[in-house]
T-cell receptor, first 115, second 114 residues
């Protein structure tokens, strides 16, 4: 069975601080895909990144970076110099090993960035 | 841009009512999904459809049914609403095929059952 755990339910930081959101996953598949989504107060989940299990390179996109470590089954997400607009719920997800792009989601981490 | 729309942002219903939640996507996606979102539990899959008139149960289908008569529209039906179905409901769609695609989400419907 697959499982995604986001142990941090809520994080509060002050603007300009760096913050890391943790994601730990469980799967028996040798090939798998991981995702991060952002859910702002408007409610609509926004896709941030997709990473496959063969690509362990870290990725950076502006203030966002992702650290994928197969050895610890983790796919952590760091926001550098956080801004108030980063306040949202962030979800980590794992693609299920079947057709149709079904995902298993973690419980989400609510990030609050205070001015 | 992919657009997924849901018929209502907020809905209040009474216990025992039949409830319809509608979802429409405009990008000709084969795959469509219904999730419910509850605090601490993340998103849980209720039903999935990979083509017109085709559906598969997700992780928590009990108390729900779905309808996919047209490719662009996927409806979630609560046959007899109960208070434990009070939740945020999210619809999503994704392209078909063997490639791995992200899902595109609607804004959600917050349903309250009294």
């Amino acid at each position: 069975a697959q499982k995604v755990t986001q142990a941090q339910t809520e994080i509060s930081v002050v603007e300009k601080e760096d913050v890391t959101l943790d994601c730990v996953y469980e799967t028996r598949d040798t090939t798998y895909y991981l995702f991060w989504y952002k859910q702002p107060p408007s409610g609509e989940l926004v896709f941030l990144i997709r990473r496959n299990s063969f690509d362990e390179q870290n990725e950076i996109s502006g203030r966002y970076s992702w650290n994928f470590q197969k050895s610890t089954s983790s796919f952590n997400f760091t926001i550098t110099a956080s801004q108030v607009v980063d306040s949202a719920v962030y979800f980590c997800a794992l693609k299920r090993n079947n057709a149709g792009n079904m995902l298993t989601f973690g419980g989400g981490t609510r990030l609050m960035v205070k001015p | 841009d992919v657009k997924v729309t849901q018929s209502s942002r907020y809905l209040v219903k009474r216990t025992g009512e039949k409830v319809f939640l509608e979802c429409v996507q405009d990008m000709d996606h084969e795959n469509m999904f219904w999730y419910r979102q509850d605090p601490g539990l993340g998103l849980r899959l209720i039903y999935f459809s990979y083509d017109v008139k085709m559906k598969e149960k997700g992780d928590i289908p009990e108390g729900y049914s779905v309808s996919r008569e047209k490719k662009e529209r996927f409806s979630l039906i609560l046959e007899s609403a109960s208070t434990n179905q009070t939740s945020m409901y999210l619809c999503a769609s994704s392209p078909p095929g063997t490639g791995v695609h992200e899902q595109f989400f609607g804004p959600g419907t917050r349903l309250t059952v009294l």
